[in-house]
């Protein structure tokens, strides 16, 4: 696993070997199932991820970024800000949600783990 204060360079270097196979591409900075993944969603670390993709991406290829659910609105404006600031194609609303208030299944059967500590799936 990256370390995230590698993650430019990280999503950098998958977008070079990736950039002529794909027809556009998603910055996930969201998945609950990658540890610490989600507080690259904050705007003083997603902003230069999209900075150095968008420079690197001479051909012009759509970029979206895929947020959590469980953003707050001040936090999903920023996200916009960002977007907008960087010619993003779009956003993915939403990824796994890590919040589960309603939910009836209290104990999940295979782990044995409460439902609410489980990783999202």
Known sequence: MTPLEQAV???LSSFRLL???GDYFVVNVSSPNTPGLRSLQAVEQLGPIL???QQENQ???PLLVKISPD???AAIAAILELAQFHQLAGIIATNTTIQRPVLKTRTIQATGN???QEPGV
Request: proline share 6%.
């Open 9 to 11: 360079e990280d999503y």
């Open 19 to 21: 950039q002529d196979l």
């Open 51 to 53: 900075a150095a993709l």
């Open 59 to 61: 051909a012009g290829k």
């Open 71 to 73: 953003l707050e609105w």
């Open 114 to 116: 409460p439902a609410a």
